[in-house]
């Protein structure tokens, strides 16, 4: 966004500051309206929002971190953590 666009938008969001709350979201509808009508709202269109913005699935996250090994104990983690700030710190 070029200095003029930041200062465009800035105005205008100072004139809209000033209308009443109905006439906001009027606007705000209308401005997502013309967003689903672009190339982007096309593309989106029929998927949540959780869709089209995550990435990797949840489940598929948890399947690459799952190992058959078991979980450290609370005494192990003390012990990875001790070591990584001894790695990082030094003495």
Request: charged share 35%; glycine share 6%; aromatic share 4%.
């Amino acid at each position: 966004m070029s200095t003029a666009e930041a200062n465009e938008m800035a105005d205008v969001l100072d004139r809209v500051k000033t209308w009443s709350p109905p006439l906001r979201i009027a606007l705000a509808r209308r401005i997502l309206e013309t967003l689903e009508l672009s190339p982007v709202g096309e593309a989106l269109r029929g998927r949540t929002v959780e869709e089209s913005t995550r990435g990797v699935p949840v489940e598929e996250v948890l399947g690459m971190l799952k190992t058959d090994r078991e979980p450290p104990s609370d005494e192990e983690c003390r012990g990875i953590i001790e070591e990584e700030r001894w790695k990082k710190y030094g003495a």
